[in-house]
């Protein structure tokens, strides 16, 4: 016999979750999920349950909010849930391939656009090295029509859902299937380089949250604990081949390893400029050629 799927306004939808997810979360939270669920799959406006508290879900949202709610209580992200991220002025499906694109990489973005917004007479060639989402190059894209952007992944399957976010936000890219740490058969040479390649070490997994370290993607995340500069070292050693005269590479980095990467980046011919994130780290690092 098949479960009948109950009848539910919004208000008891709501009191459900909060029932639901008091052991875990606050109320303050367990209204945000909510509304953004409503808001994110249902295309329900925020207000909605003030103004038409009685209002009934549709069987299929019930069953939905339901399986949400599981989730969430399992630390599955509300963005996979969901199936959307804002990213800037993007909206960007998601899904356990790629990251969540994070606050600390629109900062990232925000630099590049700073230092290139206003040259609209002046073209840019632009590799997004690890584009994941596409979150990074989409933005470049979207912001500045005189950037020419490509970016690479290492797996087909990413870069179909990198191309759909561009599809979706009305740019074109040249996505194109490439491992970061072989990279020998590129031969396309760039104004500017910019990657949030892998940078967090293996040891510093207790003090992640469940959140990510269960769900997202450990091979977008980790990096060996004895070599945690490896994407780094293999895209100074692309530049030095591939990045044009007065070119740039824009770097989100991990903070511990900054005197690592001063060092490693000594090695190369480059000006290093530092610039802290949201949380007062030192996150983006800028070198440009000498």
Known sequence: MVNKIPYMTLLEARDLYRETLQTKFSNGEIDFYFKSLMTESFQREPTQLALEPESELEPLEVLFIQEAATKLLKDYPLQYITGTVHFRTLKLKVDPRVLIPRPETEELVDWIVEDFGKRTDDTKDILDMGTGSGCIAIALAKENTQFTVSALDQEQPI?????????????????????????????????????????????????????????????????????????????????????????????????????????????????????????GKVRMLRLKKK
């Open 159 to 279: 870069l179909d859902l990198a191309q759909e976010n561009a599809l979706n936000n009305g740019v074109q890219i040249h996505f194109f299937q490439q491992d970061l740490l072989q990279l020998d058969s590129l031969k396309q040479s760039f104004d500017i380089l910019v990657s949030n390649p892998p940078y967090v070490m293996r040891k510093e997994q207790e003090q992640m949250q469940p959140n990510v370290l269960d769900h997202e993607p450990h091979q977008a995340l980790f990096v060996p604990d004895e070599d945690p500069l490896v994407f780094y070292r293999a895209i100074l050693k692309f530049a030095s081949l591939h990045l044009n005269s007065e070119g740039i590479i824009y770097f989100e980095i991990n903070p511990l390893l900054i005197d690592e990467l001063r060092s490693l980046i000594q090695q190369f011919d480059y000006t290093i400029s530092e610039r802290m994130d949201i949380f």
